[in-house]
């Protein structure tokens, strides 16, 4: 089983920053990719971005430029810099591992997810 944690949501002033972490532990033989997750009220789930083994990276247009993944691979600890921050940032941030759980099996898992919410 493998554990994420998120930290560094909560209320920021729009054009501020945060930076949000996402934690993974358990039985981790090798993470394939990670990736940020949004859901604002009464919307759909979408993605924030994504990163690879390989280093490749994918971001939703509305935060190119904005936003930057990446990720700590001693830590197993991936983080998204959150700055020029706008309204319609607003969600419940969540993170996403796809892992090698043993040799052979491979496995997706989420984060409980944190909120973000960018307001004056």
């Known amino acids: 089983q493998v554990q994420l944690v998120e930290s560094g949501g909560g209320l920021v002033q729009p054009g501020g920053s945060l930076r949000l972490s996402c934690a993974a532990s358990g039985s981790i033989f090798g993470i394939i990719a990670m990736g940020w997750y949004r859901q604002a009220p009464g919307k759909q789930r979408e993605l924030v971005a994504t990163?690879?083994?390989?280093?490749?990276?994918n971001y939703f247009d509305s935060v190119k430029g904005r936003f930057t993944i990446s990720r700590d691979n001693a830590k197993n600890t991936m983080y998204l810099q959150a700055d020029s921050l706008k309204p319609e940032d607003t969600a419940v941030y969540s993170c996403n591992v796809v892992v090698v759980v043993r040799p052979g099996a491979v496995d997706s898992f989420w984060g409980r997810g944190i909120q973000v919410t960018v307001s004056s």
């Open positions: 990163l690879t083994s390989s280093g490749s990276t």
